[in-house]
């Protein structure tokens, strides 16, 4: 993925598209009880439809009863008005309770179609690349999610009980309408529907490029709260609480701008929805009135073509509401389905095998990458970490150290060369083998906000109380957590900001051990601590590299003089390579990096 796809927000998926994508929630092969639940509701729907249709004659033979109009049908001799009065609302309550029916019978339906859509996109974001990540706005992306989300039990809802049933009504009460008065009468409700329709259509259009922009400020604002909670120490440091306030009310400007738009435009959409409707409700109901004084019509017949015009009425109304959702359902599931097919620039081969570590040899073989076509990083890099030794790397900021320790865990794939475990190139090994052989001990350990004891496990989740506590022991942590009140239950806090930097760093050690990888990778795990904490920590550290093929990224010099092998990187290239002394006596770079770092200390 280039930096300009990757930078830009995710292309949205199309209407059209979007359906497609939902439908098969509906019609899933593998699992009959949706499909069973799907016609089910279908028939309760349909049967509402049916009674609702219906109800409106019992109405009219009530009314004509009471007044002494027109003959009763042969269905209502007997039953007198306060009967047809009680049957109406029978059949009233009737409609309603097939449309609960309906909406529970599927309500684990769209509940199923949630929770899928939502772990697809999960897992899909954590397939993503690096490389979006790291040029993506977190707050934006987990907007995104929610939103698409939510908007996909509301488009199977309505898709499925709104637009198909709604078109159904109008039908079955323009065919009433045509039969028992005349075809003028379906000829005003007809001309009513579709200057509705094409008004609201129109209008709705407009709104929903106002609600896309709505929903960028709500993006932008989103991710200039987070960006500022997390970085909360930072704002202090440097008195910036005024101007991440600014920033914020700034976004949230542009949000509130765009928000009272379309509350203003919601507005003239309903009022012109109404003035429509209104217009022809009163030409029906005058053509009716004029039917009745001309003695052709009943009262009733009046008061029946007036509950057909109401009862049209209220789903044409609901017609607007629905499409406004559906067209906004369909911008925000866009924009998620944008998300899901953004592709993973690492991905597994299809002959893919798992990675097989007997030994834990690991070969740079003159790898070449870059970030980009006119910035290759490394020129053609080659080393080998014999089993159970330690290389290290140093060199100076940018030499492309901890680019190699992404191209060893795999979050980037060379563009040239080939990197190697045990003869077995990367690419043609399972990301999750690869992952699960490899121990990373990052610079900044970032903890869960959870427990101590989670954050440990997270390593190996089915490990028991006595392992966790060994692995503990091991980085030096133990007496520290059990001397805490809660002791393993102890909350971190968010990325583990209740902990020092030196506690974080020995629980990610802990967490490393207990996962128990035949690789290790050091990325200047202690450069970031104070000289005493670091020197605890590298005893730990050395005691879990034993017996293992250990790749240390250092920035401290004095942390890898014992290393078995040190390469110096300058501008993506091996400068130099040999022991500690080796190095020291040619007089070179590292000698010189040495000396440097020698008096810095000496001063400091």
Same mark, same amino acid.
């Given at each position: 993925m280039n930096s300009e796809t990757a930078s830009r927000p995710d292309a949205e998926a199309q209407g059209l598209g979007v359906i497609l994508r939902v439908l098969p929630y509906l019609w899933p092969r593998e699992e009959s009880w949706v499909r069973r639940r799907v016609v089910f509701s279908m028939l309760a729907l349909l049967l509402a439809k049916v009674i609702a249709v219906g109800t409106p004659f019992f109405y009219k033979a009530a009314v004509d009863s009471l007044a002494g109009e027109g003959v009763s049908p042969a269905w209502a001799l007997g039953a007198g008005a306060v009967g047809l009065t009680i049957a109406y609302g029978v059949t009233r309550a009737l409609g309603v309770g097939m449309q609960q029916l309906r909406d529970a019978i599927f309500a684990k339906v769209g509940q199923r179609a949630l929770r899928k859509l939502a772990l697809s996109t999960f897992q899909h974001i954590h397939a993503l690349s690096l490389s979006y990540h790291i040029q993506r706005r977190t707050g934006s992306l987990q907007r995104?999610?929610?939103? =698409?989300?939510?908007?996909?039990?509301?488009?199977?809802?309505?898709?499925?009980?709104?637009?198909?049933?709604?078109?159904?009504?109008?039908?079955?009460?323009?065919?009433?309408?045509?039969?028992?008065?005349?075809?003028?009468?379906?000829?005003?409700?007809?001309?009513?529907?579709?200057?509705?329709?094409?008004?609201?259509?129109?209008?709705?259009?407009?709104? !929903?490029?106002?609600?896309?922009?709505?929903?960028?400020?709500?993006?932008?604002?989103?991710? $200039?709260?987070?960006?500022?909670?997390?970085?909360?120490?930072?704002?202090?440091?440097?008195?910036?609480?005024?101007?991440?306030?600014?920033?914020?009310?700034?976004?949230?400007?542009?949000?509130?701008?765009?928000?009272?738009?379309?509350?203003?435009?919601?507005?003239?959409?309903?009022?012109?929805?109404?003035?429509?409707?209104?217009? +022809?409700?009163?030409?029906?109901?005058?053509?009716?009135?004029?039917?009745?004084?001309?003695?052709?019509?009943?009262? =009733?017949?009046?008061?029946?073509?007036?509950?057909?015009?109401?009862?049209?009425?209220?789903?044409?109304?609901?017609?607007?509401?629905?499409?406004?959702?559906?067209?906004?359902?369909?911008?925000?599931?866009?924009?998620?389905?944008?998300?899901?097919?953004?592709?993973?620039?690492?991905?597994?081969?299809?002959?893919?095998?798992?990675?097989?570590?007997?030994?834990?040899? !690991?070969?740079?073989?003159?790898?070449?990458?870059?970030?980009?076509?006119?910035?290759?990083?490394?020129? =053609? !890099?080659?080393?080998? !970490?014999?089993?159970?030794?330690?290389?290290?790397?140093?060199?100076?900021?940018?030499?492309?150290?901890?680019?190699?320790?992404?191209?060893?865990?795999?979050?980037?794939?060379?563009?040239?060369?080939?990197?190697?475990?045990?003869?077995q190139d990367l690419r043609e090994v399972t990301q999750d083998s690869l992952h699960n052989a490899i121990g990373v001990v990052p610079q900044d350990t970032v903890l869960f906000n959870d427990t101590i004891l989670y954050n440990i496990s997270y390593g190996r989740p089915d490990?028991?109380?006595?392992?966790?506590?060994?692995?503990?022991?091991?980085?030096?942590?133990?007496?520290?957590?059990?001397?805490?009140?809660?002791?393993?239950?102890?909350?971190? +806090?968010?990325?583990?900001? $209740?902990?020092?930097?030196?506690?974080?760093?020995?629980? =990610?050690?802990?967490?490393?051990i207990l996962k128990d990888p035949p690789i290790l990778l050091l990325d200047e795990a202690t450069s970031a601590l104070d000289s005493e904490t670091e020197r605890g920590i590298q005893s730990a550290l050395r005691a879990i590299g034993e017996g293992r093929s250990v790749v240390v990224i250092a920035h401290r010099l004095s942390t890898i003089a014992d290393a078995d092998e040190i390469v110096v990187l300058h501008e993506g290239r091996v400068a130099e390579r040999g022991t500690h002394e080796g190095l020291l006596a040619q007089g070179g770079r590292y000698a010189m990096l040495w000396q440097r770092q020698a008096s810095e200390e000496e001063a400091a």
């Open positions: 995104i999610m929610e939103r =698409g989300i939510k908007g996909v039990e509301f488009l199977l809802r309505f898709l499925l009980f709104s637009i198909g049933p709604l078109a159904l009504e109008l039908v079955l009460v323009g065919v009433v309408l045509a039969v028992l008065f005349d075809w003028r009468y379906l000829a005003v409700v007809a001309l009513t529907i579709l200057a509705y329709v094409a008004f609201t259509f129109r209008v709705t259009e407009w709104r !929903v490029r106002i609600r896309r922009k709505m929903n960028d400020a709500d993006n932008d604002a989103a991710q $200039k709260a987070v960006d500022s909670l997390l970085n909360f120490e930072t704002v202090k440091y440097f008195g910036a609480e005024r101007r991440e306030a600014d920033r914020y009310d700034g976004a949230m400007e542009r949000y509130v701008d765009a928000a009272l738009r379309t509350s203003y435009s919601l507005a003239a959409l309903n009022f012109g929805q109404s003035l429509i409707i209104t217009a +022809g409700l009163v030409s029906v109901m005058v053509m009716a009135a004029m039917g009745v004084q001309a003695g052709e019509l009943t009262t =009733g017949d009046f008061v029946m073509v007036n509950a057909y015009m109401i009862q049209i009425t209220v789903p044409l109304n609901f017609l607007g509401t629905v499409y406004r959702e559906i067209r906004q359902a369909l911008v925000d599931m866009g924009q998620m389905f944008g998300l899901l097919e953004q592709p993973a620039d690492v991905r597994d081969a299809p002959d893919a095998t798992r990675l097989e570590v007997p030994a834990g040899e !690991v070969v740079f073989d003159d790898v070449r990458f870059g970030y980009g076509p006119d910035r290759e990083v490394l020129q =053609g !890099v080659s080393f080998a !970490v014999p089993p159970g030794r330690t290389l290290a790397l140093v060199g100076a900021s940018g030499a492309g150290k901890s680019t190699i320790g992404r191209l060893l865990f795999r979050f980037y794939d060379v563009t040239g060369g080939a990197v190697r475990i045990d003869g490990a028991t109380r006595t392992e966790i506590e060994a692995a503990a022991q091991a980085a030096q942590i133990h007496e520290f957590v059990m001397s805490l009140p809660d002791g393993y239950d102890t909350q971190v +806090g968010e990325r583990g900001l $209740k902990l020092s930097g030196g506690e974080k760093q020995r629980v =990610g050690i802990a967490r490393t």
